[in-house]
């Protein structure tokens, strides 16, 4: 049993990166799903797809390179974990490499990216920063 499952499921992300792999699977979560869509939304992922398989779903993300084969995401960091939550108000998201990355946040409104919300006026708990 996982006591994190998103710290796991950035590690996989970081570890298949590293490894300059073209696809990897992870457990799927609502949670996890959400993110995916943050990250395919903002560029950091090629695209993604929820297949299932004997009854357990599973989320299949293909990494996105760069022209010399360097990988898109350089960095992911867990920031709210179950044992210490942090929570933004709106006017404190913070900024990830001066705007080069992107913090994800769980809000009212959703899983969003902190521009998503800033621009809908909300604040949340940051799950992590991808840069």
Known sequence: ????????FLTRIRNASGL?????EVPHS??????VRVLKREGFI???????????????LELKYGPRGEPIISGLERVSTPGRRV??????IP????GLGICILSTPKG???GEE????GVGGEILCKVW
């Not at 090629?46 to 599973?58: H, N, P």
């Not at 900024?95 to 001066?98: E, S, T």
């Not at 919300?117 to 809908?120: L, N, S, T, Y």
């Open 1 to 8: 049993m996982l006591t994190d499952p998103i710290a796991d």
């Open 20 to 24: 300059k792999k073209e696809k990897v």
């Open 30 to 35: 609502r949670v996890k799903e959400a993110i």
């Open 46 to 60: 090629r695209d993604f797809r929820v297949m299932e398989e004997e009854g357990k779903k599973k989320i299949i």
């Open 87 to 92: 929570y933004v108000k709106r006017e404190k």
């Open 95 to 98: 900024r990830v490499l001066n």
């Open 111 to 113: 899983i969003l990216s």
């Open 117 to 120: 919300a800033k621009k809908m």
